[in-house]
């Protein structure tokens, strides 16, 4: 099997709630989403998703993804997709760096493989622990008693776990926290995510402030050693996120001690292949984890919901189900909430069919522009297959 073709497209995915704001002022209202497909000459296709967090997270912003996949496309071309450490390997002597870009090309040879083998995901990926796995529900920065009110909303929804969105004003965050726990009831969990938002000083004022609340304090400030200082100060349990980008980061926090929970997104990485090596090695680690990525809608929710299912339960702290954020579907066939919960596909590979007529036309086509379609059809029209390779 070679790969043929790959196609990009590029999708806006506005949210149910109008805009999403974390630390510093940050705020999205529409994501700026790129969908790519992997033909191969087996008549295969695969599909992944990047959809960063605006280009004021994370160094991704949606125009760089396309820019890389079209840089890294033709370097693909005639290579077997379901060789994923060879297409990773080729990936990187292309281009240095820029993860992000590749893990929707990495995403859809998973998908490829899955379809291949006939296989979900999540059973190439280490097999399916539980029947559902567990969900958490980010709250979007705003006043005190809004956020208390949202958590309470989406708590009557079924959700048991919320990552309140802090890292302002320590004395607006300590209302936050006090005033969303109360709106909890014991065994729910809370988490305070400053997202680097908080200066040293003003982190070890919100911890001291709290130090009778359940929380979990995630990545309080900008850099390792600083988060590490506020880890010594506080008997809360801490969780790590936009530090640990790769496993030489994953290695020196656990060599620090630095973490209790580590949140794995999977652009971040660079893909299904590098999550799995980081989680496998949280793992045997035993570190618990958050499965989840930067954002996107139906085709990362998939991916999301396969690593996440494929992780044994007792350390996969919570996942995330981007596609219920959102307004609109990409895909059919993704994992749908349920009572906070979702359940990978048992289908071959993601277990996704993408809504064409959402899609659109792609932005960015290497090699075959014919996406693929079942052989027979093809051959019953050739002279429309020949004008689409055109």
């Known amino acids: 099997m070679k790969i043929v073709g790959i196609n990009a497209y590029q999708v806006d995915l506005p949210l149910h709630e109008g805009s999403y704001k974390w630390s510093g002022g940050k705020s999205v209202e529409?994501?700026?989403?790129?969908?790519?497909?992997?033909?191969?000459?087996?008549?295969?296709?695969?599909?992944?998703?990047?959809?960063?967090?605006?280009?004021?997270?994370?160094?991704?912003?949606?125009?760089?993804?396309?820019?890389?996949?079209?840089?890294?496309?033709?370097?693909?071309?005639g290579e077997d997709p379901r060789e994923l450490s060879r297409l990773n390997s080729l990936m990187d002597a292309a281009l240095k760096g820029h993860p992000y870009v590749k893990s929707a090309l990495d995403m859809a040879c998973w998908d490829i493989l899955g379809k291949a083998t006939g296989l979900p995901v999540c059973a190439l990926l280490g097999g399916r622990f539980g029947d559902s796995v567990e969900l958490y529900r980010a709250i979007s920065q705003e006043p005190p008693a809004k956020m208390a009110a949202r958590v309470a909303g989406y708590r009557a929804e079924g959700y048991r776990k919320f990552q309140l969105k802090v890292g302002g004003d320590p004395?607006?965050?300590?209302?936050?926290?006090?005033?969303?726990?109360?709106?909890?009831?014991?065994?729910?969990?809370?988490?305070?995510?400053?997202?680097?938002?908080?200066?040293?000083?003003?982190?070890?004022?919100?911890?001291?402030?709290?130090?009778?609340?359940?929380?979990?304090?995630?990545?309080?400030?900008?850099?390792?050693?600083?988060?590490?200082?506020?880890?010594?100060?506080?008997?809360?349990?801490?969780?790590?996120?936009?530090?640990?980008?790769?496993?030489?980061?994953?290695?020196?926090?656990?060599?620090?001690?630095?973490?209790?929970?580590?949140?794995?997104?999977?652009?971040?990485?660079?893909?299904?292949?590098?999550?799995?090596?980081?989680?496998?090695?949280?793992v045997t680690l035993g570190i618990a984890m958050t499965i989840e990525d930067s954002w996107g809608g139906d085709v990362t929710t998939a991916a999301i919901a396969h690593l996440a299912h494929s992780t044994p339960a007792e350390l996969r702290f919570s996942a995330t189900d981007f596609n219920s954020y959102v307004t609109l579907s990409t895909a059919a066939g993704a994992p749908q909430r349920r009572n906070g919960r979702m359940a990978a596909s048992d289908q071959p590979?993601?277990?996704?069919?993408?809504?064409?007529?959402?899609?659109?036309?792609?932005?960015?086509?290497?090699?075959?522009?014919?996406?693929?379609?079942?052989?027979?059809?093809?051959?019953?029209?050739?002279?429309?297959?020949?004008?689409?390779?055109?």
């Not at 969908?35 to 605006?54: H, M, Q």
């Not at 506020?230 to 060599?255: G, K, N, Q």
């Not at 064409?356 to 090699?367: A, D, F, N, Q």
Request: charged content about 25%.
């Open 171 to 282: 004395d607006e965050d300590i209302a936050r926290i006090r005033a969303a726990r109360a709106k909890l009831a014991p065994g729910d969990v809370l988490v305070a995510d400053a997202n680097t938002g908080w200066l040293m000083h003003q982190a070890a004022r919100v911890v001291r402030a709290v130090r009778d609340v359940d929380v979990y304090i995630e990545q309080p400030c900008l850099t390792l050693d600083e988060c590490l200082a506020i880890r010594r100060r506080t008997d809360h349990p801490f969780v790590l996120d936009e530090i640990v980008d790769s496993l030489e980061a994953l290695l020196r926090a656990h060599a620090l001690g630095a973490m209790d929970v580590v949140n794995l997104k999977i652009s971040k990485l660079g893909g299904l292949t590098r999550a799995r090596q980081i989680r496998d090695l949280c």
């Open 349 to 390: 590979g993601l277990g996704i069919r993408p809504r064409r007529e959402v899609l659109g036309k792609p932005l960015i086509t290497i090699g075959r522009a014919l996406s693929a379609r079942p052989v027979a059809k093809a051959r019953a029209k050739p002279s429309a297959s020949r004008s689409r390779r055109r």
């Open 30 to 77: 529409v994501f700026d989403s790129t969908l790519v497909e992997v033909l191969t000459d087996a008549g295969i296709s695969g599909w992944g998703e990047v959809c960063p967090l605006g280009p004021f997270y994370l160094p991704a912003y949606g125009p760089g993804a396309r820019t890389g996949i079209a840089l890294l496309g033709p370097r693909l071309l």
